[in-house]
């Protein structure tokens, strides 16, 4: 079994940053990071490979946010900048078995979440 603990929300002013860290105990292979806010389907931000050397990203976050892994540490990070108060929602981190993908219901394993507000 895969468990996964998210760590690193908060409260940020826009045009700030924020770097969340989800940290994994188990065998993973892709992770991906997903966000939902209150009255909206659960939606794809970023998602990373095993080996960290592809990456995807939702068209709303491409060159704000950065997906990251450390194998060695088993951990996945999501390096947030210029944030937006539309970015604001429960982020949640993902795995599964196979490859990276954009489609939530393809993950196994998911973390509790963690909250992100941006303010104006």
């Known amino acids: 079994q895969v468990q996964l603990v998210e760590s690193g929300g908060g409260l940020v002013q826009a045009g700030g940053s924020l770097r969340l860290s989800c940290a994994a105990s188990?065998?993973?292979?892709?992770m991906g990071w997903f966000r939902q806010a209150p009255g909206k389907e659960r939606e794809f931000v970023a998602a990373i490979s095993w080996s960290g050397g592809f990456t995807s990203y939702a068209d709303s976050v491409k060159g704000r946010f950065t997906i990251s892994r450390d194998n060695a540490k088993n951990t996945l990070s999501l390096q947030m900048n210029s944030l937006k108060p539309e970015d604001t929602a429960v982020y949640y981190c993902a795995a599964r078995s196979g490859g990276a993908t954009s489609t939530a219901a393809l993950y196994n394993y998911w973390g509790q979440g963690t909250q992100v507000t941006v303010s104006s």
């Open positions: 188990g065998r993973t292979q892709a």
